[in-house]
Structures are given as structure tokens and as C-alpha cells.
């Protein structure tokens, strides 16, 4: 990594100076000069300059390259890895903490975590072993434990139970069980015999084994490059993907034997935002060369799209609780991204601190602070610690802990979930900061907060990396949303919203969006020109009289009015404050959608294309080499439609084509075509879904609105012109099942043809419903409606089946749990 005739300390220096002159292009301030003297003595003093070095490189060769990277974690509180290149967030501007990222007392080596596309980070692995060797170059190990489904498989197949009784115990008592025992009347309700002596020690088995190491994984990036052979220093063994060694430790064994990791991990979302930039950038999008460090800062507009919760798709805030947050906690600035980003965590949630920063916020709360010295810790989040770092330093300020002491209650922190260990601090704090004259309510206070965080939360720098991208991807899909949508979808899997979703979402904001074609379609989702005007400025229909038929007529078919319904609580777009004042490109859906067909047949589409356009499905089955069942899945998809019309008609073409290349050229197939009945639109709907995993045509419950209206099921804008307290009748598409980690609730998100409804289910509901809750597709419930500061969940009481209705169409919801 070190130039001929240079040192590591002389090189890193260089790189150094180098990057204050590309950040500070007018002056380095004399603050900034003096934290990066400070950082660079120690980083001497500790001998880790290979290390930063090791990592420049790595980031060097991707940005080559052409890959987004941004280090993210405790490395964004260092004004050195600023400089080289390696983090995004400049901490001075930030005043975040070194000593979190690099101490003397923390006797520990520095740990640096770098996000790369997720799509093309095997190239930068690749690269490391390439570079240095299998020899010196391997990933950690993780330790996958039992869980309920693991545990099931492998005792059950212990046990000699069959496959089938193996996979129907799975079906039935795994699900939203991780945190919970498995008790008889779950066997009962799978049909199993609750009183069998087999069953019973099975239980007795997996219950034990729970959390119980089961085998070692890859660690999901943790890179050990070392100066010497690995295989000297620590057991290795060849992973099961080809060319890559794995050590058979975890990080923390690592970690103890003082070598230096570095985490090369993946993120979706820089995929998405480099796809989006390039399309930007393309020929149809009429604007000037877009770069990441020319995205305007602090756009107005950009913040009330996202203090609308109009967030689908943007990084981090797109979640349920997210959207459910961001119209109480209204950013208006990137800092307060950074706490948005921070507060909606186990660790803030568990630790009683979100409604009193809320409170705060809202000025219905007073601000006090016991001491100058925590007024200095806690100012910027209103008095209540929201990172980790704060709590950290509340320990120090006001506790009298030693910077060694308290990196050892952040560890303790970390772990204490997994192995207890933080009631040694427990009087420690108490006494330290009754010591210092605080009173015991403030120290207990500050103790659940510490207790919750062991819940999992955010470290400042880490939120302020992440808040880079929220903000990124929000202008993105503020001023481009075509460009968003299509890197979205060609960036799958990502996110939490499949591609209908986002189709949807993307619509809403005025995109045009154009099925998959043969004659049109590359494998991703490309923009093509658009042929006038998208319409009115979407932020002046947000102003228009709810009543009035311009509102009425801005809004496609079956979307209910701005005033009727709650874009934070369906997560669907409504038309707020997004500017539309120029042309927007279409949106041409690509053929990687197409079910069943390979990106390598859709690659010799685009590559015959070139010569000149299909004339017909015998002519684009022998220039583009494809067989038959690559057609059936483009006639499927309904992408012959310009060849040879409806999907009817295709059908029947594509049955008369032969595999291998006609001998008869194309008379062969000059036939006269049958007259065949094009599909009903329902049958067009639930084709598109079959194949495509959406449809461009209606809603799928705009289909059967009558039918479920007959069963007193009310739409979503129904429900939203309901009262708070009203018992309400409801069903929609199942998009998202969401449990928490504290296992008390289950959130679910549905969807209908005129928005969105967000479900909370308590765990007993859940539990014994739990058959409806998984199984189906439209679900029903019977909920009360609760509606506060413009967000509205329902809290149900009753869950019911009616996926009879949807005659086959199958809709893919996203579990998280």
C-alpha cells in the first residue's frame, strides 16, 4: 500500500493533506487542523497506519471502479478518514467524538465498517484476494445459533419424524415464535398428538437447544488482512462459496488477538442511488450532470415531502414506525435526519426516551438540565440522550467515570442482553452521581436509558452516515422520481417494498410508467422521453380545495382525497409538496420482471434488437435464440403485446413455434390467427401478478369493491374519514408483517386501491389467529381506530381470511421479523 521510498506515517500524511486541500478547498479552519494533528500523533503513537491505509485502498479501487462506498460506524468520528476518502460525514461540522472511534485507554484496535453497492461488492473481495493472497486475506466466522425452525428440523429428523410432520410442526409453531417456548397446544392445534411421547421430548429438545451454536457462517464482511500466512496464526478452512477462505473465529476472538479487521459490507440503497444518478445523467433526463457532492443541501422541498411521510423507498425512513414518526417529529434539517434516524431504535424506545424528545420538540415539555455540564452532554437532542455516545459521556460528566471506565460500561452495553454484566455499574452510577450532587430519580433515570440501550442503539456517527443517504435518496425521489423508481427496481432485493409498491408510489407522483415490450424493454428499467407535459405542479394540487373537481381530477382512479385519508399511516404517496415544474420521463418497466425469464435471454433481445425491430414472434424467437419456454414467459408477461396483440392471441403463437430454428423461414408461420377473446380486465390482473409481480392495469380490490362492500368491508379512505375511537370493518392486500424485537405487538401493513392501512396486533391476538394473521392474502379485520397527531394505526380485535375473493392472485407480502 506504501509507494517505494515513502513510510506508512510519511504516506498517510501525504493522503491526509491531499484530502484537506479536496475538502477544505479554501482554507482548512484551525479547529479542523488541530483534531487532525491530534488524530495522526495517536494514530502514529499506536502504530495503525497500515491500517488506514490498508482501508484508502480498498476505497481507491472501488471508486475506480465506479462503486459507491461510504464508511459508516465509529470511523465517521475520525477528521482523518474524512480526508482520505473513506467517510462522507465531516465531524467537526458535526462535533462528533474521536475517542469513540480510537482511544489510548480503550486498548483495542480500530475498527472501520465500509458499505459498497451491494450488487458489485464481490468485485471489491475479489480484489482484496487478489491483492494479498487466500494466504493473508480471509473473513471472520459468525456462530449461527438454533432457532425455532432449525431446532425443529434437525431434532425432528433426529427423532425419526418424516418430512412432511417435520415441515407442518415448521408451518405451524414456528412463525413469530423465535422469542417464545414452544408449548403442547401448539402440536394440538398442527394436528399432531399433544400426549405422544416423541412429541413431547422433541419439545423438551428444541425448547433446550434454543440459542445453542449450531454452525459457523461467513461473517457478513468482517475482512482479517494479515502482514504474515494466516494459517500460522489462526484455524482457516475454505468457504462454500468458491474462492474464499473463512476463519474459523468470531470478530470478538479477532478482536482479542489484535488483528485488524475491516468490514467491507453491502448496501442496497447505494446501489439504487448509483443506478438513479446514471439514469439522471443519461440521455433522457433533461438536466446537467449529476454527482453526489453536487445534490443541492437542505432543499424545503425535500423536507416536506418528509414531514408528509411521502417516503416510500427513501433509505431508513420507509419502515412503518419511521413513517409513523416523521409527521410528529416534522426534520427539517439534516441534523434532525440524524436523530430521526437514531430515535426510531430498540434502544431510545426501551429506554422511555422518544416521547419526552417529542414532548420537547413540540414545546409542550420544558427543557431542564441538572448541571451545565449535562446541559454540554444533552443541548443538542432537548435533554434526552438519544446516541450512544451521550450516554457515554453522561457516565464521565456526571458519574466521575474515567474515559477507560466508561468504554467498558459501552461494551457492557452491548452485551449485556446476551451475557448480563451491567449490575456491577448500576451502584457505581448511583453513587457517582448522588456524589456529585444529582439527585437519585435523574441516576435512575439515566440507568434505564443505559439498560435500553442494550436494546440496540445508534452511535452518532453512525446515524449522521446513514442520514447522508436518507437525505440523498429523498432528493432523489423528490426531482427525479423515475430515475428512483427504476434504480429501485433494478436494484432488487432491497428495501421494504416490492416493485408493485413502488410502481404505485411512483405513479402517485405523476410518472408515466409503460409495461414490458419486446421491441422496447432492456433487462432493467430504463426512461424514455415523455410525449408532453406530466401535468400540474403536484405541491400546487396539494393546495387546492379538497372539493374541488381540479382535486378530484388530479388524482388517478379509486385514490381517495388529501383530506380523506393519512399518507403516514397507509405508507402510500398522495400528491404533497412534490415539485413537478418540467417534464418528467416514462418509466419502461424492464424484462428482469418477467417470471422466468434469464437476464441471458433478455440479453440477446437487446443485443438483436440493435439490428432493427421485431416483425414477429417467429422473427424474435430465431434472431434472439430463444426457446419456447422463454417465449411462453414473455407472452405470459404480456410483452408480445406489440407483436401480435393480447396475451390470448400470444399464447397461441408462441405454441406454433418450434425450439430449435424453423427450417421454413417465416411463412411458416403466416397462418391466419384465430379469433380469440382478449382477457377481461380481471384476467389481465391477476396475468400481470402471476408474471410480472404487479399490474399497470386496476387495483386488484377495485375488481371486487362490490363484493367486499357486500361483506361490509370498508376501503381504506373509508376508514379514514372515520372517527378516532370508531369500531371499523376493513380488509386490504397484505404488504408487510412486521414483529419487533420486544415480540409484544405485530405490525401489518395492507393495501387497497385507494391506499394503505397500518395494523397493530397485540401478541395474543396474534397468537390465536396465528393461522389467518400467515395465511392470508387479503386479510379482514375488525379494529379500532386510533388516530394521533395525523398518524392512524388500527388496533385490531378480530382477523379474518377473505382471500377467497382474489380468485388466485397471488401477492407477495415482505416478512420482517
Not at 398442527?190 to 428444541?206: M, W
Not at 475454505?238 to 470478530?251: D, F, H, L
Not at 424467437?621 to 406489440?642: F, H, P, T, V
Amino acid at each position: 500500500v506504501t509507494p517505494a521510498g515513502s513510510t506508512p506515517h510519511a504516506w498517510l500524511r501525504q493522503l491526509t493533506e491531499q484530502g484537506i486541500v479536496r475538502r477544505w478547498p479554501r482554507g482548512c479552519p484551525g479547529r479542523v487542523r488541530a483534531q487532525i494533528e491530534h488524530e495522526l500523533a495517536l494514530i502514529a503513537e499506536l502504530r495503525y497506519e497500515a491500517y488506514f491505509l490498508t482501508v484508502w485502498d480498498i476505497v481507491r479501487f472501488a471508486r475506480e471502479r465506479g462503486i459507491l462506498c461510504q464508511g459508516r460506524g465509529s470511523a465517521a468520528n475520525s477528521a482523518v478518514c474524512y480526508c482520505l476518502g473513506i467517510t462522507e460525514v465531516d465531524p467537526a461540522r458535526m462535533n462528533l467524538l474521536f475517542e469513540r472511534f480510537i482511544s489510548r485507554e480503550r486498548n483495542e484496535p480500530p475498527d472501520i465498517d465500509v458499505d459498497f453497492e451491494h450488487q458489485r461488492r464481490e468485485e471489491v473481495i475479489q480484489y482484496l484476494y487478489t491483492k494479498y493472497g487466500r494466504e493473508r486475506a480471509a473473513l471472520a466466522a459468525t456462530v449461527i445459533t438454533y432457532r425455532t425452525r432449525s431446532a425443529l428440523r434437525d431434532v425432528g429428523k433426529a427423532l425419526g419424524l418424516g418430512l412432511e410432520q417435520v415441515e407442518a410442526l415448521v408451518a405451524a409453531v414456528a412463525a413469530w415464535r423465535r422469542h417464545a417456548q414452544i408449548q403442547p397446544e401448539h402440536l394440538a392445534e398442527a394436528g399432531f398428538d399433544a400426549h405422544s411421547p416423541v412429541l413431547r421430548r422433541l419439545l423438551v429438545l428444541v425448547n433446550t437447544l434454543r440459542g445453542f451454536p449450531r454452525h459457523l457462517s461467513q461473517h457478513v464482511g468482517g475482512f482479517v488482512i494479515a502482514a504474515s500466512r494466516l494459517d500460522e496464526l489462526v484455524p482457516i478452512e475454505n468457504a462454500s462459496m468458491p474462492q474464499r477462505t473463512v476463519i474459523q473465529w468470531e470478530k470478538d476472538d479477532l478482536e482479542a488477538l489484535g488483528l485488524l479487521k475491516v468490514d467491507v459490507l453491502a448496501l442496497g440503497m447505494l446501489s439504487a442511488i448509483r443506478r438513479a444518478i446514471d439514469l439522471v445523467n443519461g440521455p433522457i433526463e433533461p438536466a446537467q450532470a449529476l454527482t453526489l457532492a453536487g445534490i443541492p443541501a437542505e432543499d424545503p422541498a425535500v423536507y416536506r415531502m418528509i414531514q408528509q411521510a411521502d417516503t416510500v423507498g427513501v433509505f431508513q425512513i420507509e419502515s412503518r414506525a419511521q413513517m409513523s414518526m416523521l409527521p410528529r417529529l416534522k426534520p427539517a434539517c439534516f441534523y434532525d435526519l440524524v436523530i430521526e434516524v437514531a430515535i426510531v431504535r430498540p434502544g431510545p424506545i426501551q429506554g422511555d426516551m422518544v416521547h419526552p424528545y417529542l414532548r420537547r420538540r413540540q414545546g409542550t415539555e420544558a427543557v431542564d438540565y441538572p448541571s451545565e455540564a449535562v446541559r454540554a452532554v444533552l443541548e443538542r437532542t432537548l435533554g434526552v440522550p438519544i446516541f450512544q455516545e451521550q450516554v457515554i459521556k453522561l457516565a464521565m460528566v456526571a458519574a466521575g467515570f474515567t474515559p477507560g471506565e466508561a468504554d467498558q460500561l459501552r461494551r457492557a452495553m452491548a452485551a449485556w442482553k446476551r451475557r448480563g454484566g451491567l449490575e456491577p455499574y448500576e451502584q457505581r452510577l448511583m453513587a457517582g452521581m448522588q456524589a456529585r450532587g444529582y439527585r437519585r430519580e435523574f441516576a435512575e433515570r439515566v440507568y434505564r436509558q443505559i439498560l435500553g440501550f442494550g436494546d440496540y442503539g445508534f452511535p452518532e456517527s453512525h446515524a449522521a452516515s446513514f442520514a447522508l443517504l436518507v437525505y440523498v435518496s429523498a432528493w432523489l425521489k423528490c426531482h427525479h422520481p423515475a430515475a428512483f423508481c427504476a434504480a429501485l427496481i433494478n436494484s432488487q432485493p432491497m428495501g421494504f417494498y416490492a416493485p408493485a409498491q413502488l410502481v404505485r408510489d411512483a405513479r402517485g407522483h405523476g410518472v408515466t410508467v409503460l409495461p414490458a415490450d419486446v421491441n422496447q424493454s432492456d433487462w432493467d428499467c430504463t426512461l424514455e422521453p415523455t410525449g408532453g407535459p406530466v401535468g400540474q405542479d403536484i405541491a400546487e394540487r396539494a393546495r387546492l380545495p379538497h372539493g374541488s373537481p381540479d382535486a378530484v381530477g388530479a388524482r388517478p382512479a379509486g385514490r381517495s382525497s388529501e383530506g380523506s385519508g393519512d399518507n403516514a399511516a397507509s405508507g402510500m404517496s398522495r400528491f404533497l409538496y412534490h415539485p413537478v415544474s418540467r417534464r418528467h420521463p416514462m418509466l419502461r418497466l424492464g424484462l428482469r420482471l418477467v417470471r422466468g425469464l434469464s437476464q441471458a435471454a433478455a440479453g440477446r433481445i437487446t443485443a438483436a434488437r440493435r439490428a432493427g425491430a421485431f416483425v414477429g414472434v417467429a422473427d424474435l424467437a430465431r434472431r434472439a435464440r430463444l426457446n419456447r419456454a422463454d417465449l411462453k414467459s414473455l407472452a405470459a408477461a404480456d410483452a408480445l403485446q406489440g407483436l401480435i396483440g393480447h396475451r390470448h392471441l400470444a399464447a397461441w403463437e408462441v405454441a406454433g413455434v418450434e425450439d430449435a430454428v424453423p427450417l421454413y423461414g417465416l411463412d411458416r408461420f403466416a397462418e391466419q390467427l384465430p379469433l380469440l377473446a382478449a382477457p377481461s380486465t380481471g384476467q389481465a390482473v391477476l396475468a400481470d401478478y402471476a408474471q410480472l409481480g404487479l399490474s399497470l392495469r386496476e387495483h386488484p380490490l377495485a375488481l371486487i369493491r362490490d363484493r367486499l362492500r357486500e361483506r361490509g368491508l370498508l376501503s381504506s379512505a373509508e376508514v379514514a374519514g372515520r372517527a378516532p375511537g370508531e369500531i371499523v370493518h376493513s380488509a386490504g392486500l397484505v404488504l408487510i408483517r412486521q414483529r419487533p424485537g420486544n415480540g409484544r405487538a405485530i405490525f401489518v401493513t395492507l393495501e387497497d386501491e385507494c391506499g394503505g392501512l397500518n395494523l397493530l396486533i397485540w401478541a395474543d391476538l396474534a397468537e390465536r389467529q396465528r393461522r389467518v394473521l400467515l395465511g392470508a392474502q387479503l386479510l379482514g379485520v375488525v379494529a379500532e381506530i386510533q388516530r394521533t397527531e395525523g398518524v392512524q394505526h388500527l388496533l385490531c380485535r378480530r382477523l379474518e381470511d377473505h382471500s377467497d375473493l382474489l380468485g388466485g392472485l397471488a401477492v407477495r407480502s415482505r416478512d420482517f421479523h
